[in-house]
């Protein structure tokens, strides 16, 4: 079955760096755009980064621009959240996300989140 295994997460300070990671398995990796995304208590789910399925494309949220870099390795079948500079703000549950658009609909898939708190 499909399975997206986030791990990394953890208690940092504010300027620290955490790595997260996704372990994907039970579809083709190399064909799915990935993601990550967060959320926090009463907040809608919000982009923070993503990649294409080649990774020759990423993109970031504004206020992570310059601290976060998104990676990927499909021989491994893994996706990377490198973040620095990290600040309290940043504090929320982080998500795997995997995406395939096809012609007769998407395919998506979700993690199950990992918690990444920002604080002295």
């Known amino acids: 079955q499909v399975q997206l295994v986030e791990s990394g997460g953890g208690l940092v300070q504010p300027g620290g760096s955490l790595r997260l990671s996704c372990a994907a398995s039970?579809?083709?990796?190399?064909?799915?755009?990935m993601s990550w995304y967060r959320q926090v208590p009463g907040k809608e789910r919000e982009l923070v980064a993503a990649?294409?399925?080649?990774?020759?494309?990423?993109n970031y949220l504004v206020s992570t621009k310059g601290r976060f870099t998104i990676s990927r390795d499909n021989a491994k079948n893994t996706v990377i959240l490198q973040m620095n500079s990290l600040k309290p703000e940043d504090t929320a549950v982080y998500y795997c996300?995997?995406?395939?658009?096809?012609?007769?609909?998407?395919?998506?898939?979700w993690g199950q989140g990992t918690q990444v708190t920002v604080s002295s």
């Open positions: 996300n995997a995406k395939k658009v096809r012609i007769l609909g998407t395919n998506e898939f």
């Open positions: 039970g579809f083709t990796f190399s064909w799915y755009d």
């Open positions: 990649i294409t399925s080649t990774g020759s494309v990423s």
